[in-house]
């Protein structure tokens, strides 16, 4: 085992399944998608919107609940770490092992100068993407306490729901599009003194990504505190991630960005799962509690990590100048 990790004491990771919240999140998220969706239809084409609605959402959940990893890293052109005597892909063999997986997850690089890290796939069959940004901003630690909460996510299977908030929000995104164009026939049929189509729908269709975004903030909340705590025990250093959090927060768009289309500048750092997460600072407080728990008697689950740093090099063979925008359906991301 490459000398920059402590593995001598693994011990035993007793995370807990959250299987029953995360079944109730998914419900709570297919309903809100159903009438995010059924309630400007109705206004637009009666019984028939509602018909639509639900036709669709039968349609995207099976889709968003059997995508396989790989076909998600594709879409970001993300690139598979090879399985190593690297830093990283010793890290993620610890961490794996730490959390008691299953199987061990893929790790991948997303030529993007974003700070940013996900996770897709279950618990037998899982990926985890960081992007270059990423490794080349945090240290060593802060990036294993990055990894670490991802695997404390596959670990508590919170990746159905979490792929579910993330296939939603894009299509919800698609129609906010689609409102625009409604919009613009409104002008002409105004302009023109011809019936228009009801502003409400007009409006609640614009508007949806941003509700989308305030539900998953609401469903997160103890799902992201689970993983941040899982986490700290999965390394035994708490204080790194919440260093890492801290520098993330720069980067990570807001759900009120919703209210904008992908433009250059604008903050669209992931796939959209992410931007559900609960207030950083209340997150690093939490944290920040764990870290100082230990010397009070309270002991880290793990003998924390040693990790010596080493210089990064690019793992995909990208230089600053080649990292142009990404493509994210149905919008541009840096």
Same mark, same amino acid.
């Given at each position: ?129 960081? $992007? *270059?940004?990423?490794?080349? !901003? /945090?240290?060593?630690?802060? @990036? =294993? ?7 404390? %996510? ?125 207030? $950083? *600072?209340?997150?690093?407080? !939490? /944290?920040?509690?764990?870290? @100082? =728990? ?7 689950? %793990? ?32």
């Amino acid at each position: 085992m490459p000398p920059f990790l402590n593995i001598s004491t693994l011990g035993n990771f007793k995370g807990s399944s959250l299987s029953g919240p995360n079944l109730w999140h998914s419900a709570l998220l297919i309903a809100g998608f159903v009438v995010l969706i059924a309630i400007p239809t109705v206004l637009l084409w009666g019984a028939m919107g509602a018909l639509a609605a639900l036709l669709l959402t039968a349609i995207i959940c099976p889709l968003a609940a059997r995508m396989p990893p790989e076909a998600l890293m594709r879409l970001y052109q993300a690139t598979r770490v090879p399985r190593d005597d690297s830093q990283l892909s010793s890290l993620v063999d610890v961490l794996a092992y730490r959390a008691e997986l299953p199987a061990r997850p893929e790790l991948y690089v997303v030529p993007s100068l974003t700070l940013n890290a996900f996770a897709a796939g279950s618990r037998n069959h899982s990926a985890i993407a960081v $992007t *270059e940004g990423l490794l080349r !901003r /945090l240290s060593l630690p802060e @990036t =294993a306490g990055v990894l670490a909460h991802e695997m404390a %996510h596959i670990r508590n299977n919170d990746l159905l729901v979490m792929g579910l908030a993330d296939v939603m929000t894009r299509v919800l995104q698609l129609l906010s599009y689609a409102a625009l164009g409604l919009a613009l026939f409104n002008v002409f049929a105004i302009v023109r003194d011809e019936e228009t189509i009801s502003w409400w729908a007009v409006l609640l269709l614009y508007l949806a990504p941003a509700l989308s975004s305030l539900l998953q903030l609401g469903l997160s909340r103890a799902r992201e505190f689970k993983a941040d705590a899982d986490a700290a025990a999965l390394t035994g250093d708490a204080a790194s991630l919440a260093s890492a959090l801290r520098r993330l927060e720069t980067y990570t768009g807001h759900f009120w960005e919703d209210l904008m289309f992908p433009v250059p500048a604008r903050r669209v750092p992931n796939p959209s799962l992410l931007r559900s997460h609960p207030d $950083t *600072e209340d997150r690093v407080h !939490r /944290l920040m509690a764990l870290a @100082t =728990a230990a010397p009070q008697g309270a002991a880290p689950e %793990h003998t924390p990590l040693v990790i010596v740093e080493q210089p990064m090099f690019s793992l995909v063979g990208y230089g600053p100048g080649d990292m142009r925008p990404r493509y994210r359906w149905p919008g541009l991301w840096f």
